[in-house]
């Protein structure tokens, strides 16, 4: 148990026997109140979002969570499969629990993996991931407008809008949360 | 900074120029004071007059000056103004919150809270230029809590002034209230924080009005409301306003009931217990009728500028002096 108050982003807990990851946390202090702490939730086996107000003195369940490696083994389009680096040991969570997912992780990559107990939470994709462009669009010749852009797809299926002078086979720095080109990187 | 820092400055000129042209006299009273009024929701900040001649003394930085300006007006001195810094503690650093800020608060006698309304447009009429974001602009948008209630939660407060029965609502929304008994306005307060405060229309400044009586407070009561609103500017809350309670019976009860309550909550968390002045409970009820509005001016200034956060129009925000360190 820990005290409302002390929650943090990040903090996983038990609301109502299901586990939830605390994105948002803000105190409020209503004009006439007492203090309040303000919780936006993510359930990481729906994707149920949830909004919660407590006052800072009220119990919540905490529930300790392990960050444990898995491989990326492959996706059946139902699901993805992974392994755990230190046992071995296979497991399969339904693709819906992690949308888009599969246009971000790349085969037999290692991934930080967010458990509690034995079920999955989150799979910890780096902010920022170097892919490789797969395809691209020949760029129109004489375009030449200063910020010309172009969508290409990387080597996992995401499809990336970049500057007009990315060329198939080289490799691009990609902000996996907004999805958003960064840079070209030379090898 | 600099460019806030001019902002600011003409900021409170325009201000001082539209009360004196309306002849509000402007006052300056102490930050220091070794009587409250009990707040138990509002931490203090206490410190100490040590003198070698006399015992030592307990003073409080002032929440608000409240607690001089209602001696003057109880006086005879008509409608007032103020621009202070107060101290509230305990509150969060953020970009909302610095726990010294500066308030203006303004009393208007013979007025009530809905001639106040009109007396806030004028100003922020008088505050805008071209450059003002639109949504603090005049004129207000109006709400009532319970109508802002209804909309967001489809819950009708009159129908449910026992908390067992709030409570009830509470938890068909998905709000988790615990089992042990809590007052009718910590139930309000989760519900309202959660559904009412971050929807609430941010097109035009907002006055929400008619806070619920259970609330406790020194605005009149009318039934089953209470006869106080609040502004909103952005989202961000900016303003409070009273029409201030002036029968005795009142006053001396809300002392009492609310002393009790500070007490309560302070010796659990360890804040400091404020003295109070029964006896100013009197001077409360012998002043005209009166409506009073406290503004938070550096929040005033952040949204007229167009900012986000308190850092950006301070110059020496709490955060900043005390270093990562100070939360």
Redesign the interface.
């Known amino acids: 148990m820990i005290k409302a108050g002390q929650i943090e982003k990040g903090t996983a807990l038990l609301?109502?026997g299901q586990p939830f990851i605390v994105v948002d946390r803000e105190?409020?202090?209503?004009?006439?109140?007492?203090?309040?702490v303000?919780l936006k939730l993510k359930s990481p086996s729906t994707g149920q979002v949830?909004?919660?107000?407590?006052?800072s003195q009220?119990?919540a369940e905490d529930i300790v969570v392990a960050d444990r490696d898995c491989q990326y083994l492959y996706n059946d389009g139902e699901s993805f499969h992974l392994m755990l680096t230190d046992t071995f040991e296979q497991i399969e969570v339904p693709m819906a629990t992690f949308p888009d997912y599969e246009f971000l992780m790349k085969d037999g990559e290692t991934y930080r993996c967010t458990f509690w107990e034995s079920q999955l939470l989150e799979i910890q994709i780096p902010p920022k991931v170097v892919y490789l462009v797969a395809e691209a669009e020949e760029a129109v010749k004489g375009d030449t407008v200063q910020g010309a852009t172009k969508y290409v797809t990387t080597e996992t299926g995401l499809k990336v809008r970049v500057p007009i002078f990315i060329k198939q086979g080289e490799k691009i720095r990609v902000n996996t949360e907004t999805r958003e080109y960064i840079e070209r990187v030379n090898n | 900074m600099r460019d806030a820092a001019r902002f600011r400055s003409r900021m409170m000129r325009h201000i001082r120029s539209f009360f004196d042209e309306r002849s509000y006299l402007e006052v300056d009273t102490p930050i220091l004071s070794p009587t409250l009024i009990p707040e138990s929701t509002i931490e203090n900040f206490a410190t100490r007059f040590d003198n070698p001649f006399l015992p030592s003394q307990e003073l409080y930085l002032v929440p608000s000056p409240e607690v001089y300006m209602k001696r003057l007006i109880a006086d005879g001195w008509g409608s007032l103004y103020q621009i202070s810094h107060c101290f509230r503690n305990s509150e969060q650093v953020g970009a909302n919150h610095n726990p010294e800020f500066t308030m203006l608060e303004y009393y208007t006698v013979e007025a009530d809270e809905q001639d106040s309304i009109l007396i806030t447009e004028e100003l922020f009429a008088a505050l805008a230029d071209k450059d003002t974001p639109d949504h603090l602009r005049p004129p207000f948008s109006h709400l009532t809590v319970a109508e802002a209630t209804w909309v967001n939660t489809g819950i009708d407060l009159e129908d449910h002034q026992r908390q067992i029965s709030l409570a009830a609502e509470a938890r068909r929304l998905g709000l988790s209230v615990p089992d042990e008994r809590e007052s009718w306005q910590e139930t309000f307060n989760r519900i309202f924080l959660t559904f009412v405060e971050p929807n609430l229309p941010q097109e035009k400044p907002l006055v929400l009005d008619r806070y619920p009586a259970q609330i406790e407070c020194l605005a009149m009561q009318e039934g089953a409301w209470r006869r106080r609103w609040e502004l909103y500017g952005g989202g961000v809350e900016l303003a409070n306003c009273y029409n201030e309670e002036r029968r005795l019976q009142k006053i001396e009860g809300y002392y009492s009931n609310e002393y009790a309550r500070l007490i309560e909550k302070r010796s659990r968390n360890g804040m400091p217990i404020p003295d109070i002045d029964v006896d100013f409970a009197r001077i409360i009820a012998a002043m005209p009728p009166v409506s009073g509005v406290a503004m938070g001016l550096d929040r005033l200034q952040m949204l007229l500028m167009g900012r986000q956060s308190l850092d950006e129009v301070l110059l020496f925000p709490l955060s900043r002096i005390l270093g990562d360190t100070g939360g």
């Open positions: 609301i109502k105190f409020v202090n209503p004009g006439k109140g007492s203090a309040f303000r949830l909004q919660e107000t407590m006052k009220d119990n």
